[in-house]
């Protein structure tokens, strides 16, 4: 699988390290925010082109755990890329470590959750499918546009929405 990761987080280097360089600059504002927060590359279209149909996803919770760790990887990766170029690294790798990484992992419980539904229910397969792109991408989007708001509310709003994706997702 760590073969399948490099492959999975290359499609968001460079939309990363522009987000990045314009939140540093000072460049965005609230409607430019949360488009860019929810146009994000997500690991999970690789997830189902490079394993979805592999032989050993023979168990749902397979691909659920699975998926975890493909979003751990792509976290490690983004974690590299914030703290790598920023001044202020050590805050950013504690504050990224208490936020960023378990979010992911709980971006990826929904997309594993959703993928399992589709692999073993044909009847509704479509729309399973559909789900386990649509929630992590939704969340993800959040995540960012709270956060990069810059929005003393939002980024309230923020905690409170990652304690309660937290909760929820264990």
Not at 77 to 99: C, H, K, M, P, Q
Request: hydrophobic share 45%.
């Amino acid at each position: 699988i760590c073969d399948e990761q490099a492959i999975l987080i290359k499609p968001a280097q460079k939309p990363e390290l522009v987000k990045l360089s314009d939140v540093e600059q000072g460049k965005d504002d609230i409607l430019i925010t949360f488009y860019k927060s929810f146009v994000h590359p997500q690991d999970g279209v690789m997830i189902y082109k490079i394993s979805y149909n592999h032989k050993e996803f023979d168990q749902a919770y397979d691909i659920l755990l699975y998926s975890v760790f493909v979003g751990l990887g792509f976290a490690c990766f983004e974690n590299f890329l914030y703290v790598g170029f920023n001044d202020n690294s050590l805050f950013v790798a504690l504050f990224r470590g208490i936020t960023a990484i378990p979010a992911h992992a709980c971006f990826q419980t929904f997309m594993g959750y959703y993928l399992s539904l589709s692999k073993y229910n044909e009847k509704s397969k479509k729309k399973y499918l559909k789900l386990s792109l649509i929630i992590p991408i939704v969340l993800h989007g959040t995540y960012d546009f709270l956060l990069l708001s810059g929005n003393i509310i939002l980024v309230c709003i923020f905690l409170v929405f990652l304690v309660s994706m937290f909760i929820f997702t264990i």
